[in-house]
């Protein structure tokens, strides 16, 4: 009888081996009729030093091999922000993909966590990929709808395989979806009509980007400070956000609110970019830009999602606030319905947090996806 092939972890170094790195989902879900294959290019940037999230941060990664057959792969990071923000020795793990087989998630998270101990963390948690910030959390339900932007997808027995590791939650969070000609609920009309008037509403504009991102940042770290797990986004952040904002988003899916010539709520919306790359295997070239341009501006995705949103603390938990919200989530999803958007996805939101859950609840929208933080002492 045949030995199997030893299983070895290797540190992702050079270009064959970020090529491997990201080859990987596409192979492992080949099968998956509701996986969505990533831009590749779009993916070398996030592990690229000219992500400005590694000013804050630094991650190492590692390939695992049985003979040449790539099997699995992963990350782990230290976010020297959230550090500061918490006063926690807290590292991550992220970009988990693995063959379904127990010795290697095994081996990836070994490998993951001693190095986490030797940067001095005292606890690791994830996924993320590779901050809370951006697409985080491991779909645990909801696997018969693909991913929205910016959302992520796995296969079902990634959970397993992490509580065999010792991993137990640490948070979910919930993905909604809404048709867009929803209404909104009697109560909250009488709501909406005792406060419009104290509130002006306008989109993004592009001629002051400058001026508009730096107040969609001041307006969003405002509003998520204290809340789990929250780093704010720095400058250069937001900057690089705005540019993709330029290039993909109606100005009418970016809305601020302003309250005596104050912003004070915030929201942006971003058409569904994976169902303009479906298909493309990932690769833009010979003939994908073309298609992406043509489904994106042409076509207009169908779908869409709320990825940021907003209210000043001092206007939550109060009446206005409440009118806050639902305005500019009635100004975004009237613009998507003028781009022929039929679905919207509100994601992530917290699941212990109920009084966002019941606005978007009240709207007739339905929790279709359920997305899991684990977390595991050093």
Request: one cysteine or more; proline letters at 5%; aromatic letters at 10%.
């Amino acid at each position: 009888m045949n030995k199997a092939p030893d299983l070895r972890i290797e540190p992702l170094q050079g270009k064959v081996a970020m090529r491997e790195f990201w080859s990987l989902p596409q192979r492992l879900y080949r099968d998956d009729p509701h996986a969505v294959a990533s831009l590749l290019a779009e993916r070398h940037e996030l592990l690229s030093p000219r992500n400005p999230l590694f000013e804050h941060a630094f991650y190492q990664g590692w390939l695992a091999y049985r003979g040449n057959e790539l099997v699995g792969r992963i990350t782990a990071q230290v976010d020297r922000l959230y550090e500061q923000t918490h006063g926690e020795r807290v590292g991550y793990f992220g970009l988990l993909e693995a063959q379904d087989d127990p010795a290697v998630f095994a081996a990836l998270l070994a490998r993951a966590e001693g190095w986490l101990r030797e940067q001095g963390m005292t606890e690791v948690r994830g996924p993320f990929n590779l901050s809370i910030n951006e697409e985080c959390g491991l779909l645990v339900d909801g696997f018969d709808a693909p991913p929205m932007v910016m959302m992520g997808h796995a296969l079902p027995y990634y959970a397993a395989r992490l509580v065999e590791q010792g991993y137990v939650k640490a948070k979910d969070l919930l993905a909604y979806i809404v048709d867009t000609d929803f209404q909104f609920p009697l109560a909250a009309q009488r709501v909406l009509e005792r406060e419009r008037g104290k509130v002006q509403l306008r989109p993004i504009d592009y001629k002051n980007m400058g001026r508009d991102i730096e107040i969609l940042r001041d307006i969003f770290n405002d509003a998520w400070l204290g809340n789990w797990g929250f780093v704010p986004f720095t400058e250069a952040e937001f900057k690089a956000l705005g540019s993709m904002l330029r290039w993909l988003v109606d100005p009418a899916f970016v809305q601020i609110a302003e309250v005596d010539g104050e912003p004070v709520a915030m929201l942006a919306m971003l058409p569904n970019i994976n169902e303009a790359i479906a298909g493309l295997n990932g690769r833009l070239l010979p003939f994908g830009w073309a298609k992406l341009l043509w489904r994106l501006k042409v076509r207009h995705p169908k779908t869409v999602r709320v990825a940021l949103m907003g209210v000043r603390q001092r206007h939550q938990r109060t009446r206005l606030g409440t009118a806050l919200a639902m305005l500019v989530i009635d100004a975004a999803r009237k613009a998507a319905v003028r781009r022929g958007a039929t679905r919207a996805e509100m994601s992530w939101i917290l699941d212990d947090n109920r009084g966002m859950r019941n606005i978007i609840e009240s709207l007739g929208s339905r929790c279709y996806k359920r997305y899991r933080v684990y977390t595991k002492p050093l």
